[in-house]
């Protein structure tokens, strides 16, 4: 079975704080995603990739960047957290037009 | 524009009951769609998916309904369990060959016992 993980599972900091979100998954998917998921807006996608050294932009990329290091890990970055980055942000993984398999998410809180 | 849009945002049904669950599209390059079903606490997990070039899928208890002219889709779930309780995507994807999905805002399923 598809795993994905996500670390931290929590994570806290101020305004102007610098926070890296990890991702991992095992199943030699070439797809990865980054999701932030608010009360009314379902999922939304933040940056995606097709595979190690590829990142392509999302639906609502402003504020983040990503870097996809190998075929299993994805990292999502804010440089400069703000409070509107509150939310809870899922990874996900798949091969092209096939499931795709999320993490357990990450609750980020930005204070 | 939203190109995915779900209705009702929330829905209650008795245990037994069918759950009717509607979803419409904008983009006519969308060619797949999977429902995606999530438990508080947990990430969503594919639940059921149909191609657009089928009008029905089942897999035991749920069933989508596709109508392409129209652009909607409704999932059934017959024989509603309080187990069933969660929220429901639906998504979208097709065109470029990018795996990306567009999701739907979510409906919040309860089922009472």
């Known amino acids: 079975e598809a795993a994905v993980t996500q670390s931290p599972r929590n994570k806290v900091t101020v305004t102007g704080g610098n926070v890296t979100l990890s991702c991992r998954q095992t199943n030699s998917h070439n797809y990865m995603y980054w999701y932030r998921q608010d009360t009314g807006h379902g999922l939304r996608l933040i940056h995606y990739?097709?595979?190690?050294?590829?990142?392509q932009i999302g639906d609502v990329p402003d504020g983040y960047k990503a870097t996809r290091t190998t075929q299993e890990d994805f990292f999502l970055l804010l440089e400069l957290a703000s409070p509107s980055q509150t939310s809870l942000y899922f990874c996900?993984?798949?091969?092209?037009?096939?499931?795709?398999?999320f993490g357990p998410g990450t609750r980020l809180t930005v204070l | 524009q939203q190109q995915v849009r779900q209705s009702p945002q929330s829905l209650t049904v008795w245990e037994g009951e069918t759950a009717i669950l509607n979803c419409s599209y904008e983009d006519s390059t969308f060619n797949y769609f999977p429902w995606y079903q999530q438990f508080p606490g947990e990430g969503p997990a594919l639940l059921i998916s149909i191609r657009s070039v089928s009008d029905k899928k089942e897999d035991g208890r749920f069933t989508i309904f596709f109508n392409k002219r129209e652009k909607k889709l409704s999932l059934h779930i017959t024989d509603s369990q309080p187990g069933d309780s969660a929220t429901y995507f639906c998504?979208?994807?097709?065109?470029?060959?990018?795996?990306?999905?567009?999701f739907g805002d979510g409906t919040v399923l309860t089922v009472k016992p």
């Open positions: 990739s097709y595979g190690a050294g590829n990142l």
């Open positions: 998504a979208a994807s097709g065109g470029t060959n990018t795996g990306k999905l567009t």
């Open positions: 996900a993984s798949s091969d092209a037009h096939a499931e795709q398999f």
